[in-house]
T-cell receptor
Framework: SAVISQKPSRDICQRGTSLTIQCQVD?????MFWYRQQPGQSLTLIAT?????????ESGFVIDKFPISRPNLTFSTLTVSNMSPEDSSIYLC????????????FGPGTRLTVL | AQTVTQSQPEMSVQEAETVTLSCTYD???????LFWYKQPPSRQMILVIR??????QNATENRFSVNFQKAAKSFSLKISDSQLGDAAMYFC????????????FGQGTELSVKP
């Protein structure tokens, strides 16, 4: 299993600013995943973060808007840059400990509101 | 590309009764996983049940069971003896066999449980 914590749990930001979300896992994992859940919507994968290499972004998401860091095997950050109200969402970190065929765990999410 | 469809935005069930949530998916792959996740108001994503496509036997976890029809690409969730704590948003999700972490979610079904 895996216990995931995220900081902050929620924030209210002004448009044009940036917010960095932290994700900490209690065990070493190869890949970490960042998801977005827009209000009343389902979850959509933003990117996959591997330690020691650049993140891999899904269609519709770009590094300039959502830069990701992965400095070690237990930690990752997602930055939401130059925010607009459309970025208001819940951002969730996720991991699959032990390999790609195992159970997937999610963090508690960060609720972001952009005014 | 794979897609997941949940056609029931909302469902309601009486406490102690049984309810079935529907999910269909589209894929050209033969090996994959299917999941049902529960998201209560706390936002925490909780794995309810998992099905490997190569297994003909339907997965069961206590009061939760699935009806997996591979040819029809259908994956419904049955909740027996519904409890007030079952009230939540339920998401059906698809994952390719070797794409650990990359979940494709359906739109979700909001389940309410009446006392």
């Amino acid at each position: 299993s895996a216990v995931i914590s995220q900081k902050p749990s929620r924030d209210i930001c002004q448009r044009g600013t940036s917010l960095t979300i932290q994700c900490q896992v209690d065990s070493q994992v190869t890949m970490m995943f960042w998801y977005r859940q827009q209000p009343g919507q389902s979850l959509t994968l933003i990117a996959t973060a591997n330690q020691g290499s650049e993140a891999t972004y899904e269609s519709g998401f770009v590094i300039d808007k959502f830069p990701i860091s992965r400095p070690n095997l237990t930690f990752s950050t997602l930055t939401v840059s130059n925010m607009s109200p459309e970025d208001s969402s819940i951002y969730l970190c996720s991991v699959v400990p032990g390999g790609p065929y195992n159970e997937q765990f999610f963090g508690p999410g960060t609720r972001l509101t952009v005014l | 590309a794979q897609t997941v469809t949940q056609s029931q935005p909302e469902m309601s069930v009486q406490e102690a009764e049984t309810v079935t949530l529907s999910c269909t998916y589209d894929t050209s792959e033969s090996d994959y996983y299917l999941f049902w996740y529960k998201q209560p108001p706390s936002r925490q994503m909780i794995l309810v049940i998992r099905q490997e496509a190569y297994k003909q036997q339907n997965a069961t976890e206590n009061r939760f069971s699935v009806n997996f029809q591979k040819a029809a690409k259908s994956f419904s969730l049955k909740i027996s003896d519904s409890q007030l704590g079952d009230a939540a948003m339920y998401f059906c999700a698809y994952r390719s066999y070797n794409q650990g972490g990359k979940l494709i979610f359906g739109q979700g079904t909001e389940l309410s449980v009446k006392p």
